[in-house]
């Protein structure tokens, strides 16, 4: 089987790490791609957006899937540009088409769609440049923190949480009126605060059937203790110790079945990975947010734990016969840890050489932000490396990954040392 990942990132780099120890797999692709990436595969310098490009080297390769890691080609309407040609019927398309992606890509229609299918989440209310003066009156009597959310993709940059109402009205004013965050702010959701814990849970599904696969936690901010600077993401743990198998139930039974038979419901048809991004209150599950992809860094916790093969499961999802497949999962932890440049997430400067890579032999480096130049491994941008160990406890992964992590030197190097500790007191002795 011939196989196409569609990315550059993290997350790509752990899926081609994946498949690649698939027996099913004849050859691999990944397009663009990173320095990571080509140690399994065959870089390809396509754009990720470049959806003719794409289409004409699946063809001319005999690619029978193709695997969409980031967003925007989801919600550009990827895979509906394969279903629209004739010539490209045969190759299947794991992503959802644009029906389906509009869960992440717009936070309207995946607040509708949670009320309408009666999905737990925190009430919101939606403004435009011409309901402004409504939005400034709602802002009023909104209890405080006020969550503002730009409606469209905004590259992870689109959520303000405001401490007060002054705030919070400069910032909607910001959004609609001064595209703070362009065509993405032309909408705005106001949305309830919810204070409780974060935790990440992924599903792939068929559009019919579904797998829960392990879930995880991830570390938004850039500084030691969760301080600082919102990022893309400084490192993740799988599996999360307070989401018991009592807790996760709650999971499926309240957010993932209402999700799964919400979308056949409205004739969405859906083939890929749907992120749940949770919020626990009081010991129970709210949905902030999907994604219709799996996240970043936390794939790269998630993936190696997966025992069964990647590739048996992926072309369930395109055969439609996934409830067929077995998913079987370590029992092990895994932790990953973030390398970024200086300066990340703000300014920061690309081409600082690599080194150290060759000394890290218990856990696995996943490229991010790399590329070869010269001869030589160079960063190329803001997270750069995600180093993964895989342990019998929660301590040894974080150990192992945090040692791993200083193994590697560039320029400018920065990682977290903490990610993954404040998890610790939920470790039963």
Same mark, same amino acid.
Request: negative net charge; glycine residues 10%.
């Given at each position: 089987?011939?196989?196409?990942?569609?990315?550059?990132?993290?997350?790509? *780099?752990?899926?081609?790490?994946?498949?690649?120890?698939?027996?099913?797999?004849?050859?691999?692709?990944?397009?663009?791609?990173?320095?990571?990436?080509?140690?399994?595969?065959?870089?390809?310098?396509?754009?990720?957006?470049?959806?003719?490009?794409?289409?004409?080297?699946?063809?001319?390769?005999?690619?029978?899937? @193709? =695997?969409?890691?980031?967003?925007?080609?989801?919600?550009?309407?990827?895979?509906?540009? +394969?279903?629209?040609? %004739?010539? #490209?019927?045969?190759?299947?398309?794991?992503?959802?088409?644009?029906?389906?992606?509009?869960?992440?890509?717009?936070? !309207?229609?995946?607040? &509708?769609?949670?009320?309408?299918?009666?999905?737990?989440?925190?009430?919101?209310?939606?403004?435009?440049?011409?309901?402004?003066?409504?939005?400034?009156?709602?802002?009023?009597?909104?209890?405080? %923190?006020?969550?503002?959310?730009?409606?469209?993709?905004?590259?992870?940059?689109?959520?303000?949480? *405001?401490?007060?109402?002054?705030?919070?009205?400069?910032?909607?004013?910001?959004?609609?009126?001064?595209?703070?965050?362009?065509?993405?702010?032309?909408?705005?959701?106001?949305?309830?605060?919810?204070?409780?814990?974060?935790?990440?849970?992924?599903?792939?599904?068929?559009? @019919?059937?579904?797998?829960?696969?392990?879930?995880?936690? !991830?570390?938004? &901010?850039?500084?030691?203790?969760?301080?600082?600077?919102?990022?893309?993401?400084?490192?993740?743990?799988? %599996?999360?110790?307070?989401?018991?198998?009592?807790? #996760?139930?709650?999971?499926?039974?309240?957010?993932?079945?209402?999700?799964?038979?919400?979308?056949?419901?409205?004739?969405?048809?859906?083939?890929? +990975?749907?992120?749940?991004?949770?919020?626990?209150?009081?010991?129970?599950?709210? =949905?902030?947010?999907?994604?219709?992809?799996?996240?970043?860094?936390?794939?790269?916790?998630?993936?190696? &734990?997966?025992?069964?093969?990647?590739?048996?499961?992926?072309?369930?999802?395109?055969?439609?016969?996934?409830?067929?497949?077995? #998913?079987?999962?370590?029992?092990?932890?895994?932790?990953?840890?973030? =390398?970024?440049?200086?300066?990340?997430?703000?300014?920061?400067?690309?081409?600082?050489?690599?080194?150290?890579?060759?000394?890290?032999?218990?856990?696995?480096? +996943?490229?991010?932000?790399?590329? =070869?130049?010269?001869?030589? @491994?160079?960063?190329?941008?803001?997270?750069?490396?995600?180093?993964?160990?895989?342990?019998?406890?929660?301590?040894?992964?974080?150990?192992?990954?945090?040692?791993?992590?200083?193994?590697?030197?560039?320029?400018?190097?920065? +990682?977290?040392?903490?990610?993954?500790?404040? #998890?610790?007191?939920?470790?039963?002795?």
């Amino acid at each position: 089987m011939n196989i196409l990942i569609v990315g550059s990132g993290g997350r790509e *780099c752990a899926f081609a790490w994946k498949i690649s120890q698939s027996k099913q797999i004849d050859k691999l692709y990944i397009a663009p791609g990173n320095a990571g990436t080509g140690i399994y595969g065959t870089n390809v310098p396509l754009k990720i957006t470049d959806f003719e490009g794409i289409a004409n080297f699946s063809t001319e390769n005999a690619i029978d899937i @193709v =695997l969409v890691g980031p967003e925007e080609p989801l919600v550009k309407g990827i895979h509906d540009y +394969f279903l629209n040609r %004739p010539d #490209l019927a045969k190759i299947a398309v794991v992503g959802p088409q644009q029906a389906g992606a509009q869960l992440e890509g717009s936070k !309207d229609f995946s607040k &509708r769609f949670m009320n309408k299918h009666g999905i737990p989440t925190a009430s919101s209310e939606t403004f435009t440049k011409e309901t402004l003066q409504e939005g400034l009156a709602y802002l009023d009597s909104h209890s405080l %923190p006020i969550v503002l959310k730009a409606d469209g993709l905004a590259a992870g940059k689109g959520v303000l949480i *405001c401490q007060s109402r002054e705030e919070a009205k400069t910032e909607l004013k910001a959004m609609l009126m001064d595209a703070k965050f362009g065509e993405a702010g032309d909408m705005v959701v106001v949305e309830q605060f919810l204070n409780g814990i974060e935790l990440s849970v992924f599903v792939l599904t068929d559009g @019919v059937s579904y797998k829960i696969l392990p879930s995880a936690k !991830d570390y938004k &901010r850039i500084g030691e203790g969760d301080k600082g600077l919102n990022t893309g993401g400084m490192g993740s743990i799988s %599996p999360v110790p307070f989401a018991s198998d009592e807790f #996760l139930k709650k999971v499926e039974d309240r957010i993932i079945i209402p999700t799964i038979e919400g979308l056949k419901k409205e004739e969405i048809p859906y083939k890929g +990975f749907i992120f749940l991004g949770l919020m626990i209150v009081n010991d129970d599950p709210y =949905l902030i947010e999907y994604n219709v992809r799996m996240g970043d860094p936390e794939t790269e916790s998630v993936l190696p &734990r997966i025992e069964s093969d990647l590739v048996d499961l992926l072309s369930g999802v395109a055969n439609q016969n996934l409830h067929e497949k077995t #998913l079987t999962l370590s029992n092990k932890t895994a932790a990953t840890i973030v =390398l970024v440049s200086g300066g990340y997430p703000e300014k920061y400067e690309n081409g600082k050489v690599i080194t150290g890579l060759e000394n890290v032999h218990e856990s696995i480096v +996943f490229h991010a932000g790399t590329t =070869l130049k010269d001869g030589t @491994v160079q960063t190329n941008g803001g997270r750069v490396l995600a180093v993964t160990a895989l342990e019998n406890s929660l301590f040894e992964a974080l150990q192992q990954a945090t040692a791993d992590s200083g193994r590697i030197f560039y320029n400018g190097r920065y +990682f977290r040392t903490d990610i993954g500790f404040d #998890l610790m007191k939920y470790i039963k002795n």
